[in-house]
């Protein structure tokens, strides 16, 4: 019984159906808080919680994104539908939770996907990254008409008429990092699309920032609109800027749109190579090379090295062999001759007398302590050099 009370509160709290109309290639948003299901409440707080997704189905369309905000508590819808969806409705089914109460609501919104007329093809589009809002900061239509004037009134004057916010995201769901300081916001990728060619201004803008294309993020860089964007709120990286030719979005419309009906005989699809197919590469070639070349070189080192080796032996044992001068030893005519046994029979007397035989040198003899006779050494033999000379 108590389900099946359950199952009947449920109906009773489903609510009809909702129609709302969207344009293809132009954002839509559509907000989900407690006054779409009838709730009364009295503050703001977390105890509603909201789950989307397509009828009949467990999530959403592709192009469709959900998300809830904390800071304003409440859910968004956005999304932009493309060019094949048009004329066709999408239902999509929003339940609802009372966390406090357990009561459960639904409703279910269908999406007219129309296109404008006359029908508009925004070729030419404006890709940004805005560094110091949240993505829930775009569905304000003000914020958004301000980033708009800037292009309208500054840098893109022929777009007045016809210029749109056709994307918006969360920069972090697209592959950017979360700031560490949680209180810093995560930044939102925006684009702005027409169908008027870009004016001289955004193509020179587009040469300056450029460069920067390498990197990943340069939010310390300014560039000569920056006072534009800083004093209506907005702080660009410019490494993310990009403005998309129209012949580059002409293509990629036209590739979905045959992809989509099963028209791709003019695009060229690529098939996978065979087995058969592959090239098959001989390494018996590099393998010789890489033996014969080094075996080269080694021979011709080992060659030039013997060469050297063999002139240098070649130059040694031509080399003449250095002269010795000899010296010849001769006695002087004019000097005595003394034997070593007549000095022993010489008497002191004569030690002392004979100046031929005492040496006058300081050091030609040497005192023994205790004796009172001196040692006598005997000189050194004259020689004779060769050149007939007598030194003593």
Known sequence: MLKIFLFLAFLVHSHALNVEDVFVSELFQWKIDPNTFNWTFETLTEQFSYRCSKKGHAD?????????????????????????????????????????????RKLTVNLMITERNPPRSYSSVIAMKIDNLNWIHIMDPGRVETLKNIFRRELWPESMADLELVFMDSAVKLGARRPINPQEREGVVVHLGSTVPFSQRLLELQEEVKPLYKMQSCSFKR??????????????????????????????????????????????IWEPLSKDDLPVRNYSDELAISIAVPGVILTLLIALLTVVLCFEHESLGEKPAPTVQMVHYSTLNNQPTTTLKSLREITPTHFVDDASIRSTSPSGSMFIDNS?????????????????????
Not at 75 to 98: K, S
Not at 233 to 240: A, I
Not at 375 to 392: A, E, F, Q
Request: glycine letters at 6%.
């Open 60 to 104: 959403l369309p592709r192009w469709l994104n959900y998300m809830y905000s904390k800071e304003h508590h409440c859910g968004f819808l956005f999304g932009t539908p493309p060019a094949e969806l048009a004329g066709q409705t999408v239902p999509i089914e929003i339940i609802a939770l009372d966390e406090l109460t357990y009561d459960t």
């Open 223 to 268: 560039t000569s609109v920056e006072t534009l964007f800083e004093s209506s709120g907005f702080k660009l990286d410019w490494c993310s800027f990009r403005i998309i030719e129209a012949e580059k979005t002409a293509k990629k419309q036209q590739f979905k749109h045959d992809r989509h009906n099963g028209n791709m005989s003019h695009t060229k």
């Open 372 to 392: 009172p006779l001196p040692v006598m050494r005997p000189l050194p033999p004259p020689y004779k050099s060769r050149n007939g000379g007598v030194h003593i």
